[in-house]
């Protein structure tokens, strides 16, 4: 694998005519170390990924471990299809026919395909229905969200006036937060998620000490001369004095609003005194006892909205006979703790257990992975690639392993294979200050030579002076600063430059923090006449062909929809100009009936005035196509009704005329191809499928494009940084760097030791009760 390394050893298992394999130190003796649980901290581009090949190929040829008894768990199906395929032809490579053919139904996959064949092994034991499905993603967040409207619904019923308030002061944020707070809870371990029990600290504030406190700090300023400082903390003791008066057992207990507006917390932080202090600290700990008190209500309603939700989600799935990817993790775990002779069995299958990408893994995982374990699992990672804690990943169980195990079970790949020199020596002296003795600089394995001109480069926005517009990119909802559109106009011009000098746009990746930033870097490369393809992200139901597909079937379902209406007179489906439809709107105001009356009327010919011919032709055209087609709405799919549309309208041959015609007619193609999931999920219902794609929109789901011949497609790729892991380009633009970290945790926080923090919209982000 590797040419030129200075450090190699040839592999041991070698068939007369198989190609040599040669590896450095560090891998050969990660290879060689299969007495025992190993951890292998791996860096980027080390070669990861080939140790496990030729670990899995020795032990099976050497220790003459079978096929079978090897567990293999990677992160994602991708990975675990090629890490399947590089054993085979390894294994073919060797001349072992017999053995690649048994890598076909090798235990090798992610963590959710290996606990799904062991419920469908143990179906009655773990509980469940022999005939169980998996959910997919899409339709796990189908259920979801009508579980959701379910609970909600009911929760509002049940609590009033107390729900309602809560759900007006969290908005559209109350949903992500109770969904994102139950997957937290279920990634945690808990298969019916609760919130904690408040403690009872956290019952009705006694102000004993503070009142105290406030007394010895006032003797002690009484002598004070008097100053700017000292007058204005009199005043600060005077208004907490004035506070604490009606302070019976039974009185009212103030808002953190009323404690921040009287400003008791300053004043005496100014001056030195031992007595200021201890007032400064007990006003602190009343501050906090008052926000845990008015936090508790809240932190019951949430509880009961979340115990709501869990139910209806759960009713949803039993309804379908089905599992989420969280249920096969839980299920599994419970069937192991309830039957040791069960996971005995288990765990002797396997003689070896490898896992990929150790530090993404969370804790029912883990529990999982340790009851398989016999002194035998090989746990591969990298903490400073720990990427995924927004689905819950815990980076300290890798720590706590390389804690636990001895020195030398802890091995190390330092080489990097995918970058030259140059790169990683800046990367290196950019992150050796911030990881400190965490960090282990990149090294590299290729020895290629320099090419001309700079490995790295630094393209600089200043922030400062662009106030243009803001809407002239219609760019206003992914950025609000100038300075970031500038940004994207500048790295756009950089990368057409490139493209200039000899390039093509297929080797060119630009990655950002945020799906968010997609849309912008996308438009300002287009402005730029690059080719562009977005992978992942939330900008897919954005696209101009995936509304003007929801336009037009929202139209066929309800015409009285005006702004659907006009969507789909707008688009290719009819091609109607921006005068006609000006035109046909006021005659529909005019006459009151609106707009959909006035395209009837075009098409009996009774007309509307001042409409050029052939705009009248085209929209009589489209209000007949229209017309017929509700007759069918409600008895075929979305797919065939759009299917229909494009081929009547000739909407394909508008579309591929234009510029990257393909991927926008991709986009389309797309958008019917998922009508037809949700038929099969849930039934026909037009009305419905339109429901779900406008949630998904509003929600800013995350959808990518269609896939266009993805691997070939000349087009300068757009992803996050969490979708590039893994994958290599010559030319890397790393962009969004000045962005600032995010501010959209969520309100409701999950602690490792299961205690929540909770940040109360109504105390004006200032709550928290734990």
């Known amino acids: 694998m590797v040419s030129g390394s200075p450090e190699q050893g040839a592999s041991p298992v070698q068939a007369g005519d ?122 796990a967040q189908r259920v979801a969200a009508q579980a959701w409207e379910t609970a909600l619904e009911g929760w509002a019923a049940a609590h009033g006036e107390p729900a309602l308030a809560l759900a007006g002061a969290y908005g559209i944020g109350l949903e992500p937060l109770v969904r994102d707070t139950h997957a937290a809870l279920r990634s945690a371990g808990q298969t019916v998620p609760r919130l904690p029990e408040p403690s009872p600290a956290a019952g009705r504030p006694d102000c004993g000490t503070l009142s105290r406190a406030r007394t010895l700090a006032a003797e002690a300023l009484a002598g004070a001369r008097s100053g700017v400082r000292v007058d204005r903390a009199r005043a600060v003791l005077a208004a907490c ?103 005995a069995r288990w765990s002797e299958r396997f003689a070896m257990l490898m896992v990929d990408e150790f530090q993404d893994t969370n804790r029912v995982q883990l529990d999982i992975l340790e009851a398989l374990e016999r002194d035998n699992l090989f746990a591969v990672g990298d903490e400073l690639q720990s990427i995924y804690g927004f689905r819950h990943a815990d980076v300290t169980i890798f720590r706590e392993r390389r804690a636990t195990l001895a020195a030398e079970r802890i091995r190390r790949l330092t080489a990097n294979f995918r970058s030259r020199e140059p790169v990683l020596d800046v990367l290196n002296g950019v992150f050796a200050p911030v990881f400190g003795e965490r960090f282990s600089p990149l090294r590299a394995g290729r020895r290629d030579g320099r090419e001309p001109g700079p490995a790295v480069e630094l393209l600089l926005t200043d922030a400062r002076g662009w106030e243009e517009r803001e809407a002239e990119l219609g760019l206003t909802e992914v950025a609000d600063q100038p300075w970031r559109r500038a940004e994207a106009r500048r790295l756009a011009e950089r990368i057409a430059e490139v493209l200039e000098g000899g390039r093509r746009a ?75 439809l000006i035109t046909m709107a006021q005659a529909g105001r005019r006459s009151g009936a609106g707009l959909w009356s006035a395209l009837q009327g075009i098409r009996s010919g009774t007309g509307v005035e001042h409409l050029d011919p052939d705009e009248s032709a085209r929209l009589a055209a489209f209000a007949g196509l229209l017309a017929s087609e509700r007759e069918r709405a409600e008895r075929e799919s979305p797919e065939i009704l759009l299917e229909r549309a494009v081929r009547a309208t000739g909407y394909d041959l508008a579309i591929l005329a234009r510029a990257d015609g393909d991927r926008r007619m991709a986009n389309l193609r797309k958008l019917m191809r998922l009508a037809r999931e949700y038929d099969a999920a849930e039934g026909r219902d037009l009305r419905g499928f339109i429901a779900y794609a406008t949630g998904q929109d ?46 959209g945790r969520s309100p409701l926080l999950v602690s490792r030791d299961g205690r929540v923090g909770l940040r109360l919209a109504t105390l004006g982000g200032g709550g928290r009760v734990e």
């Not at 953190?256 to 917390?265: R, W």
């Not at 007595?275 to 508790?296: I, K, L, M, V």
């Open 698 to 743: 509003l929600s800013e789901a995350r959808e990518g494009e269609a896939p266009l011949e993805a691997e070939d497609l000349d087009a300068v790729r757009l992803m996050t940084i969490h979708r590039a892991k893994g994958l290599e380009f010559p030319v890397v633009a790393v962009a969004d760097l000045g962005r600032q970290g995010g501010s």
């Open 18 to 139: 198989a190609p040599a394999r040669t590896f450095t130190d560090e891998q050969r003796a990660a290879i060689d170390a299969r007495t025992g649980s190993q951890l292998l901290s791996a860096n980027a581009g080390s070669g990861k990924t080939a140790v496990m090949v030729e670990r899995f190929v020795e032990a099976v040829l050497r220790d003459d471990v079978g096929v079978n008894a090897i567990l293999a768990l990677t992160f994602t199906e991708k990975a675990a299809g090629e890490l399947r395929e590089r054993l085979r032809r390894r294994l073919l490579e060797l001349g072992e026919g017999q053995r690649a053919l048994e890598t076909d139904g090798a235990w090798v996959g992610t963590i959710h395909g290996f606990c799904a064949r062991v419920l469908r092994a143990e179906p009655i034991a773990a509980g469940l229905d022999p005939r169980f499905t998996v959910l997919d993603e899409a339709t």
């Open 241 to 343: 004095e004035e506070l604490l008066r009606d302070r019976s057992p039974g009185g009212s207990v103030p808002t953190p609003e009323a404690l921040e507006a009287a400003g008791l917390g300053g004043g005496s932080g100014a001056l030195a005194g031992e007595e200021c202090t201890a007032y400064r600290e007990a006003f602190e700990s009343y501050a906090q006892a008052c926000t845990d008190f008015h936090a508790r209500p809240a932190l019951t309603l949430l509880d009961d909205l979340l115990r709501r939700f869990d139910a209806a989600y759960a009713a949803g799935k039993r309804r379908r006979g089905s599992l989420d990817f969280a249920d096969l993790e839980l299920f599994t775990r419970d069937l192991f703790a309830r039957s040791p002779a069960r996971r």
């Open 506 to 580: 297929g080797e060119v990746v630009v990655l950002v923090r945020s799906t968010a930033s997609l849309r912008l870097f996308e438009q300002a490369l287009e402005e730029r006449g690059v080719p562009t393809y977005v992978l992942g992200g939330r900008g897919y139901w954005s696209h101009e062909q995936v509304r003007d597909g929801l336009a037009y079937l929202s139209a066929l379902a309800n015409p009285l929809d005006e702004l659907a209406l006009l969507g789909a007179l707008a688009s290719p489906f009819c091609g109607a100009g921006s005068d006609a």
